[in-house]
């Protein structure tokens, strides 16, 4: 997997978990609930969540902590998502950094290096699954396993699995409120270790969203990096 798909495949599976918070799991647990009627009761909401989606708008906090160099990254901007696939990331930090999908393709721009990543996106059962979640195409009962749940501050905090992971996701938590419907912040590791989190801020949802957000153009003199 090159530069271009790693990023991309990061944000689609952090996005995948927001359309429907937590940078860590919570200390305690509120009430008594039984956990695994609690795991169905919220799975269950998820799926229709995915079912009835149509399009989203919020501010992101994307955060990488890369434990094996002692390093942290922060970035922050506005996403935008519709069924069907489409994303854009719109980076305030770094300024001008771009990762778009428009249904066939995905876009990453970078303007410190002023190079364009360009991936097809994969297709039917080959694509990740955060990419054919996005779609609205797979029962999420028979993609995650949910390995435990509870309670915290009235929001749901559940431990997930990936039954088939070809990502490499591990400790996956996510953090549902019931009363808005929605997944507000994703933690989990990648496969190497590194620990990432998501937190979207200012969540609306459109009817539509305009498709021009959707279409990449090339910045004047950019390099372009074409993958398979």
Known sequence: MNRSERIFC????LAVFLVCMVPGPFARADGDRSEKDLCARTMQQLQERYRHFTALEAHFKHSLKATALNQDEVEEG??????????????????????????????????????????????????????????????????????????????????????????????????????????????????????????????SFPDRLDSKLFHFTVPEGARVIKGR
């Open 78 to 203: 506005t996403v935008y998502m519709e069924r069907g696939g489409l994303m854009r990331w719109d980076y305030s930090r770094p300024k001008g950094k771009l990762a778009i999908a428009d249904g066939r393709d995905s876009y990453l721009y970078l303007p410190s290096e002023n190079q364009v990543f360009v991936q097809p996106l994969p297709e039917g059962g080959k694509a990740p699954l955060a990419l054919r979640l996005l779609t609205g195409s797979p029962d999420l009962g028979k993609e995650v396993a949910c390995k435990k749940a509870y309670v915290m501050n009235k929001v749901v905090v559940l431990a997930l699995g990936l039954k088939d992971d070809d990502q490499g996701i591990r400790d996956l938590e996510i953090a549902y409120d019931p009363a808005l419907k929605v997944i507000t912040e994703v933690f989990y590791k990648d496969a190497l270790g590194n620990q990432v989190s998501l937190a979207l801020t200012d969540i």
């Open 10 to 13: 990061s944000l689609a599976a």
